[in-house]
């Protein structure tokens, strides 16, 4: 018996599977850390153990900048001995972590970095999101089709290489349907845009198009507003967080931009249940990197499993060979050779102070 006891004992210290989670949890996107973090804790909850044993999932903050992101995941994975990493949250931080996870050979699974360049050469890094290409031209479709825009005024955060690359997506799919585009220019952190905005309303816009993160988001939408701007405010993903409204209040009140999911559209069984869960733990309703979040760990369990061992390298190749895995935010199937899934993009908007499903485009319809 003591043996027996001593054994079960060793295994419960030893038989540990660290997972890492490299999140933004301080600095400008910290709203979106707080997100990922809750999807993961409610998953870790439903599924705690693999392989007979303990998950521990080890949070790593990169107060939203590329060289922690890059110091951090090293530390999950020299000091922490992690086999696997979710995380980065944004695109930027993701490319600088995703070349340490590449060169340390261990998996790296983003649940929201949608730049081609995160998992572009790389066989480490792969993402349970799609990539921006799409979301930029879903954007530009909704833009001429739906809201007839021909005339747009594109805000482009040069410090993040996402802002970058879905303005430029966005722009080449407008600009195939004759519409005209001004594209000016700012930083993450800028709180005053009113040069920008001139530039804007001199060029006749009828819709302005800010493709970074929430903050900013929200401070252009109410300048624009005050200033008297009557057209259409859009935007990526990068709007979703509860901060957008908190911060921008009524002046982002009939926003459109690109996402991943809404939890008033679930699209399988495991999205249903997820949004049960999440209002039974949370007291609300998930927003999309919390669903993001959960199925980066869901998939990376689920890869652990069927590798059948704590090796690394060997959960990367299980990694990218999953198929039809039923998450949250749709049914993914990561693409062998570049560690993309192909998913639908949703429109969202913002009604009475809270996200609302707006309109669903499907990635077969976007040649
Ligand atoms: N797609 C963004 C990026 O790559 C991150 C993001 C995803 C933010 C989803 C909010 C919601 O930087």
Redesign the pocket.
């Known amino acids: 018996l003591l043996v027996i006891a001593l054994l079960l004992s060793s295994l419960s210290i030893f038989g540990v599977i660290k997972i890492g989670a490299l999140l933004p949890l301080t600095g400008g996107v910290s709203a ?1 850390g707080d997100l990922v973090k809750k999807g993961i804790e409610l998953a870790h909850e439903e599924k705690g153990t693999v392989l007979g044993q303990k998950i521990e999932v080890v949070y790593m903050d990169t107060r939203s900048e590329k060289t922690e992101a890059a110091n951090g995941i090293a530390r999950l994975i020299d000091k922490e001995g992690v086999i696997a990493v979710i995380g980065e ?4 931080n ?1 490319i600088a972590a995703g070349e340490i996870a590449e060169k340390k050979k261990v998996p790296m699974v983003s649940p ?4 081609p360049l ?1 998992t572009q050469g790389k066989k480490f890094v792969s993402r349970v ?1 799609f990539i ?1 290409p799409l979301q930029g031209t879903a954007l530009a479709e909704f833009a001429v089709k739906t809201l007839k825009i021909k005339k747009a005024t594109v805000f482009t955060d040069v410090e ?1 290489d ?1 802002s970058v690359g879905l303005s430029n997506y966005f722009i080449e799919r407008f600009k195939k349907y004759g519409g005209q585009v001004l594209q000016v220019q700012y930083k993450s952190g800028d709180q005053e845009f009113s040069a920008q905005l001139s530039q804007a309303l001199a060029f006749g816009s009828e819709a302005i198009v800010v493709t970074g ?1 929430y903050n900013e988001i929200a401070l252009v939408a109410q300048q624009a507003r005050s200033l008297g701007f009557k057209g259409y405010i859009l935007a ?6 509860p901060e957008l409204i908190k911060i921008g209040g009524r002046a982002v009140e009939g926003i459109y931009f690109s ?2 999911y809404h939890p008033d559209a679930p699209v399988t069984q495991v999205s249903k249940k997820f949004v049960e869960a999440f209002v039974k733990k949370y007291g609300v309703k998930p927003s ?2 919390s669903a ?1 979040g959960y199925d980066a760990y869901m998939l990376i369990v689920e890869a652990i499993e069927r590798a059948k061992t704590t090796k690394p390298e060997l959960i990367a190749t299980a990694i990218r060979s999953i198929k039809n895995f039923q998450g949250a935010t749709g049914v993914i199937s990561i693409d062998p050779n570049t560690g993309n899934p192909t998913k639908d993009v949703v429109i969202l908007t913002v009604k009475n102070q809270q996200f609302a499903f707006a309109a669903k485009i499907s990635a077969s319809d976007l040649k």
Not at 112 to 115: E, Y
Not at 236 to 241: R, V, Y
């Open positions: 979106f949250v944004i695109s930027g993701s929201s970095s949608t730049n995160v999101c921006d993040q996402y993160y990526g993903d990068g709007a979703d967080a996402d991943h999309t990197l993001l």
